[in-house]
């Protein structure tokens, strides 16, 4: 299960998650852009457009321009044996069509995909591809992430071999160099470390799959491409989502995924606008608040004594993690003992009640069945003894005399 699942289901785990995260919703007044612009604005100037297409393309398009992007990341960056494929959509779902496609089918798209990791690879080592096959490998990869964020098995394998046409090829290059001049330049610096397609360890387990499509430092990235400036509630919600699971992370003392977060960023690729949000801007309280909710509702601290490797984390003296994303987050941690609040009452509330008056529902329709069978078994048996019809006078007097 994703995460889109709880910010969309109608469980009351799944409302007790969303309205959590919804309850921090921040307003546009507490983004800044790096442009100076007004966030989420009519101040924003489209810089690449697109021409009209079917859903599925813009979709492709889209996703293409994420992958790229996450190469040009890896080009600009100093660390080493870095791979923005590993662990992305398009990584997992040729690992899932192993067990779904013929071994004929599934060898011709694994031998596409090993290529086109090789070849993106050796680009981020030495620039030793153009741009526009490495476009083309990133086309090859939206169309296995849609597989994989479908649960899809493609009908025709054929299709993926199928390039981008030169419009589209356009527009994500279009959209790349934006990327690389707005972007890169303002975020990346010389000691910065990323990590793509992060995995969130025990957070992710309790709140669903995570895409969130890098970390670098101590920020969580959103990119998109779509054609709206507006404030984009869902995406945010998610980001916030990804947030909460390293939060998760830190209170049980995961250390190998409980990255210290300070910001939230958003990257509108077609206007070349990047919107920050401080994590500092919603509440320590609130924050802390919203964490107990979805620990309540997760059950974590079940599941993680269930594992057996439950220890209560008093954060007040818990030791700090050692991993590169370290500083002024210690301070955080130290000062963040705090006394847990009990929720168990509005938990309670939402989901007993629910239970209550779905059991309610389930004995009233039993109970009229078995009227109703016991009313078929009694007038078949008065009619056979009797020999009238089932009329209650008739009834009264055979009975009574």
């Known amino acids: 299960m994703a995460l889109d699942a709880f910010l969309t289901g109608s469980y009351p785990k799944e409302e007790i998650i969303r309205q959590a995260i919804e309850d921090i919703l921040p307003e546009e007044d507490y983004f800044i852009t790096i442009s100076g612009k007004k966030p ?72 596409r995909f090993d290529y086109a990791e090789m070849r993106i690879l050796e680009y981020i080592d030495n620039g030793s591809d153009s741009t526009q096959n490495i476009i083309q490998h990133c086309w090859f990869l939206a169309k296995l992430d849609v597989c994989y964020r479908k649960g899809a098995v493609p009908s025709d394998v054929a299709q993926f071999f199928i390039p981008a046409g030169e419009d589209e090829v356009r527009e994500i290059k279009g959209l790349a160099v934006l990327f690389k001049r707005n972007f890169l330049p303002d975020v990346l610096t010389s000691t910065s470390k990323i990590i793509f397609n992060p995995h969130f360890g025990f957070g992710e387990s309790l709140m669903g799959e995570s895409n969130c499509h890098m970390i670098i430092d101590r920020t969580i990235i959103d990119l998109r491409a779509d054609f709206s400036y507006e404030y984009p509630a869902y995406r945010i919600a998610k980001s916030l989502g990804y947030y909460m699971m390293t939060l998760i992370n830190q209170e049980f003392d995961q250390r190998e995924c409980d990255w210290e977060i300070d910001n939230l960023v958003f990257y509108s690729g077609r206007y070349g606008e990047t919107e920050i949000l401080s994590v500092d801007e919603i509440g320590q309280d609130n924050i802390n608040r919203t964490l107990d909710k979805i620990i309540l509702a997760t059950e974590a601290k079940y599941k993680y004594k269930s594992s057996g490797e439950f220890k209560k984390n008093n954060r007040e003296h818990s030791p700090v993690p050692q991993n590169h994303n370290r500083g002024k987050g210690e301070v955080f ?63 009264i007097k055979n009975i009574f005399g």
């Open 40 to 111: 989420f604005s009519a101040d924003y100037s489209l810089k690449v457009a697109t021409i009209e297409r079917s859903d599925m393309s813009h979709s492709l398009v889209e996703l293409a321009f994420q992958y790229i992007a996450k190469v040009l990341t890896a080009c600009y960056c100093n660390d080493e044996n870095v791979n923005p494929i590993e662990n992305s959509p398009a990584h997992k779902s040729i690992s899932n069509l192993k067990w779904r496609l013929s071994s004929e089918y599934y060898g011709e798209l694994k031998q």
């Open 333 to 395: 941690l130290e000062q963040y003992g705090r006394e847990e609040k009990d929720y168990n009452d509005g938990y309670n509330q939402v989901v007993h009640k629910k239970h209550h008056i779905f059991r309610n529902i389930m004995i009233f329709i039993i109970i009229v069945s078995l009227l109703i069978v016991a009313f078929g078994y009694i007038k078949d048996w008065y009619v056979g003894n009797f020999g009238e019809d089932f009329m209650i006078d008739h009834i």
